[in-house]
């Protein structure tokens, strides 16, 4: 399939695990690289391991946990695996492995308008988008007029805009976008559904526009940007920006390739008020922001600033979740509540109707082996 289709890591928090907690602790059998056993039930973290082997939860390649900003469980599988779209065929995952996020990106992209607002790069989130695109004068008419970047970081802008369909269907607008000569007058030039504001709907190209403005006011494309201001700062070991085929853009609503651990250590700054160690990377109230409901989405939930929110039960318990999801079951949970972290990544791309996915490997495994420990 065609690419359109779809450094150490030095944490001052990962890099103080303790000998105890690199003990397998399963009948002296060590089949994880680390795990936790004064945390989690080793008799459901066997069953959780059994399931995945036999394919009953399909495609898993990776579970990292951490509770109380200390990793107590890591471990990842062999399975089939693509870079945006490309088939890689069956993979060895490992802790050095790169693996697609697909829309975690949008995460990421939410957290580098952050730091340029707190740089003074961006001045509000209220500004309006045209402000930044000029040449596109001709667009700056009617209700589009109104849009801020507030409305394209919670996806509400109004516009016109279809992923409802497979990313394998050329009428898929994010598709339709990635194929576009000038991706950012493509989007802008998406006629209007509905005043911004009004309502969600689930928009790559608005993510596509944030990286773009980011890109106006900073000088620094998305990819330099985000590796100077977050990737170096948190210690990420390596990436890849996949780039769009014809204008070596990269591509901000999907094209991002991190390990778990990286992936891990971007949630914790969402967990942890922005800090990393001692270091303040993302402003608290940009955080709070962030992971504030301001519209319900289509899916039993809300929507923050990139973020997907919504309240899971679990064993009985009311658990408020923030979550950065990507297609194909790549997840970053987020529960403050409970201090937890579960980063998840799979290769089940494009595939909508899987049961027993990664939120199922969380509630059917992780949540009953720490509450038989903790609660």
């Known amino acids: 399939m065609q690419r359109f289709y779809l450094i150490l890591f030095a944490s001052a928090i990962l890099a103080c695990q303790s000998d105890t907690n690199r003990q397998a602790g399963y009948d002296g059998k060590k089949t994880a690289l680390i795990y936790d056993s004064a945390i989690l039930d080793a008799a459901i973290i066997r069953e959780m391991e059994a399931a995945i082997e036999k394919g009953d939860y399909p495609n898993i390649h990776s579970v990292v946990i951490a509770y109380e900003n200390k990793v107590v469980y890591e471990n990842y599988w062999k399975g089939q695996d693509e870079s945006w779209g490309d088939n890689l065929g069956v993979i060895q995952h490992g802790r ?30 209220d500004q309006r988008v045209f402000e930044f695109f000029p040449e596109y004068l001709k667009q700056d008419t009617g209700l589009k007029s109104a849009l801020t970047i507030k409305h394209l970081l919670t996806m509400t802008s109004g516009l016109k805009w279809n992923e409802d369909v497979p990313y394998d269907n050329p009428e898929n607008s994010e598709i339709q976008m990635i194929r576009a000569p000038d991706a950012i007058g493509y989007v802008l030039s998406q006629p209007m559904d509905i005043a911004p504001g009004k309502i969600w709907k689930y928009n790559g190209g608005t993510t596509q526009l944030l990286a773009a403005i980011i890109q106006k006011t900073t000088g620094k494309r998305i990819d330099s940007f985000a590796n100077e201001n977050l ?145």
Request: charged share 20%; aromatic share 12%; proline share 4%.
């Open 231 to 375: 990737f170096i700062p948190l210690g990420f070991s390596s990436f890849e920006w996949v780039k769009y085929p014809d204008t070596q853009m990269p591509a901000a609503a999907s094209g991002l390739r991190l390990t778990a651990r990286d992936q891990l250590q971007f949630g914790l700054l969402y967990l942890n008020a922005g800090k990393n160690g001692g270091r303040q990377i993302l402003p608290p109230a940009w955080v709070e922001q962030s992971l504030t409901a301001y519209i319900n989405n289509d899916h039993n939930g809300s929507y923050g600033f990139q973020f997907w929110l919504w309240t899971d039960s679990v064993m009985n318990k009311a658990l408020p979740i923030a979550a950065c999801v990507g297609n194909g079951d790549q997840r970053i949970f987020i529960d403050k509540t409970n201090r937890l972290l579960v980063v998840v990544n799979a290769g089940n791309y494009n595939k909508w109707d899987i049961k027993k996915n990664s939120g199922a490997v969380v509630d059917d495994f992780v949540y009953p082996a720490l509450f038989k420990k903790t609660k």
């Open 96 to 125: 050095d492995s790169l693996h697609d996020i697909r829309s975690i990106s949008k995460s990421i992209v939410s957290a580098c308008v952050g730091i340029a607002l707190e740089q003074g790069k961006i001045k509000s989130i």
